[in-house]
């Protein structure tokens, strides 16, 4: 089933309901706690997808939903919406303007649709299968990398990779830094670096040990702008990736990405996780 208008428009209004509940805690108490796998969370994160699941229940009462902080809801359509109501819940308590909520609808385990919407700064960049990325309404792209070499690489954390996939993500950064370390990566800025790269300021995100929430809604805002996503081996991200992601800014430097990653021995013989 193709997206229709009414689920771009469930879509807007979704990211709406996240950023008026998370607007008023930015920069204010939030009442942060750790999860058990010791991630952080605040009242925000919870009532901001509270907020987006009393929409669906109320409007796509058969559709599945996979939440961050709510869990799974079993549907029957084959669609899921998955959210992720604030990406970067360290960024958003330290004040830092980068993080994100994310919204993708999912049919059959592919992205067709997704939002990075940062409600502070007021930026939202939609992308829908077979139509162009908007940001704000403007068509949004991402730019020419001529070579690997002095392209701009950016992460949220190697601190968050496995500790096998350390190296890999070190082996590409020096590729990109071509022996100029000082002029290495960005850091930080989770799902605000994918509508970054969309736009046309970074050429590539690389990433380790994601879920779907944190993914799903990149594929088809990063596509849309021309640009490609896919694991570390170039295949394709569907709700059974592994959570190993790559955004390329220009597909021309796949390949370069891909062997920088895994050396030409590597990349002959894949990624396996």
Known sequence: MPVRPDD????HRLADAAGAVIRPYFRRPAGLELKEDRSPV???DREAEEAMRRLLDAERSGDGIVGEEHGVKEGVTGRQW???????TRSFT???AIFGTLIALVEDGWPILGIIDQ???RERWIGVTGQPTLLNGAPARTRA???LEGAIVATTSPHLFAEGDVPHYLALVAAASG????QGPVYGGDCYNYGLLASGHLDVVCESGLQLYDFAALVPVVEGAGGRMCDWNGEPLTSASAGHVLAIGDP???DDVLEALHGAQGHEQGHEH
């Not at 771009?8 to 879509?11: D, G, M, Q, R, W």
């Not at 959210?83 to 970067?88: C, K, M, W």
């Not at 022996?179 to 000082?182: E, F, M, S, T, V």
């Open 94 to 96: 330290a004040g830092r």
């Open 179 to 182: 022996g100029a370390p000082r």
């Open 42 to 44: 605040t009242r925000a």
């Open 252 to 254: 021309a430097r796949a």
């Open 145 to 147: 990398c001529a070579a």
């Open 8 to 11: 771009i428009a469930l879509a």
């Open 82 to 88: 998955v959210l992720d109501p604030i990406d970067g």
């Open 119 to 121: 409600p502070v700064q």
